[in-house]
């Protein structure tokens, strides 16, 4: 049975620093490209992040890009998002999600498996 589990959510002021993490279990961790979505509440759940099977490249949605930063640790099975400079923008729920094609990074119904996500609050 695949599991993803993420944590380290909570409630951060903004401009503050969180580092997500997801632990996989039930596949082969090395042969998914691994991606982090968000959704804040009455929004479309929306790409944040991804990083391919050995971790050499990484992409991120442009409100993101150059605060977050993806990496996987494939000997552990995890990955993670480091979180930098958070925004009341970035509060959401985020989950983590593997898929085993390139195709399009960015799409929710391309990733196969899905964490139960962790949620992230920001205040002011």
């Known amino acids: 049975q695949v599991q993803l589990a993420e944590s380290g959510g909570g409630l951060v002021q903004a401009g503050t620093s969180l580092r997500l993490s997801c632990v996989v279990s039930g596949l082969t961790f090395s042969n998914y490209i691994m991606g982090w979505f968000r959704q804040a509440p009455g929004k479309e759940r929306e790409f944040v992040a991804a990083?391919?099977?050995?971790?050499?490249?990484?992409w991120y949605a442009e409100s993101v890009k150059g605060r977050f930063a993806i990496s996987r640790e494939n000997t552990k099975n995890t990955v993670s998002l480091q979180m930098n400079s958070l925004k009341l923008a970035d509060a959401a729920v985020y989950y983590c999600a593997a898929k085993n094609t390139i195709g399009r990074l960015t799409a929710t119904n391309e990733y196969a498996y899905w964490g139960q996500g962790t949620q992230v609050t920001v205040s002011s």
């Open positions: 990083i391919t099977w050995s971790g050499g490249s990484t």
